[in-house]
């Protein structure tokens, strides 16, 4: 069974749309983050939410928007999409516990046109 | 302003050598220190963690070095594999966190290839 699930694995879109990219986390974790990164493969905090609460909003444009549903979900949508968000978004998840293991998800990978 | 700094951008090692990649933080405030390693199309992993209070800790043909007064450490790779080719991070964090829960610090990255 996989920990934590991304869809999709790749997405191509035109600049101007609009997309969304899903997170499931089986392990039962308290915490779910988004990060990106980039060509360079630079790991950039986006967001993270605890128990659905927003518990850390980088500077983000505000084109992006997470959305928790439920603990065991974070999807992350993205309006106007621009050329510099190509980019390989990773989800993952953590236990409420100090030195927790952050699991990550296999990557969504954005190219846009 | 990056909180963790991490050194070399790249490393190229022959198999059986030592790889070493090493980082510096300033925030003393950080008292939890992970190394992720990440292959090709895949998510990061945990590889080995440690914190302040030993100076090393030895996982298999992975350690970490760790200097307190230096605000300094680093992963050694003994007998570095094909297989190890990857890119390691290293990264910090706060366990008396507040209100930045879980909050993760990563350096840039090394790409490690190792020649066979």
């Known amino acids: 069974d996989t920990a934590v699930s991304q869809t999709p694995k790749y997405l191509v879109t035109q600049m101007g749309n609009d997309k969304s990219i899903k997170c499931e986390q089986n392990?039962?974790?308290?915490?779910m983050y988004w990060y990106k990164q980039d060509s360079k493969k630079f790991l950039k905090i986006m967001f993270s939410?605890?128990?659905?609460?927003?518990?850390i909003n980088e500077t983000v444009p505000n084109r992006f928007s997470p959305k928790s549903p439920d603990k065991a979900h974070l999807n992350l949508h993205i309006n106007s999409l621009e050329l510099g968000d190509s980019a390989v978004y990773f989800c993952?998840?953590?236990?409420?516990?100090?030195?927790?293991?952050?699991?990550f998800g296999p990557g969504t990978r954005l190219l846009v046109l | 302003q990056q909180q963790v700094k991490q050194s070399p951008q790249s490393l190229i090692v022959q198999k059986g050598g030592i790889s070493i990649i090493n980082c510096a933080y300033e925030?003393?405030?950080?008292?939890?220190f992970p190394w992720y390693q990440q292959f090709p199309g895949k998510g990061p992993a945990l590889l080995i963690a440690?914190?302040?209070?030993?100076s090393e800790k030895k996982e298999g043909r992975f350690t970490i070095s760790f200097n307190k007064s230096a605000k300094q450490f680093s992963l050694h790779i003994m007998d570095s594999q094909p297989g190890d080719s990857a890119t390691y991070f290293c990264?910090?964090?706060?366990?008396?966190?507040?209100?930045?829960?879980?909050?993760?610090?990563f350096g840039r990255g090394t790409q490690l290839t190792v020649w066979p």
């Open positions: 993952a998840s953590s236990q409420d516990v100090p030195e927790e293991t952050q699991y």
């Open positions: 990264a910090a964090s706060s366990v008396n966190r507040g209100s930045t829960l879980g909050r993760l610090y």
């Open positions: 392990l039962g974790h308290d915490t």
């Open positions: 925030n003393t405030a950080f008292d939890y």
């Open positions: 939410y605890n128990n659905k609460e927003l518990i």
């Open positions: 440690i914190r302040p209070d030993v």
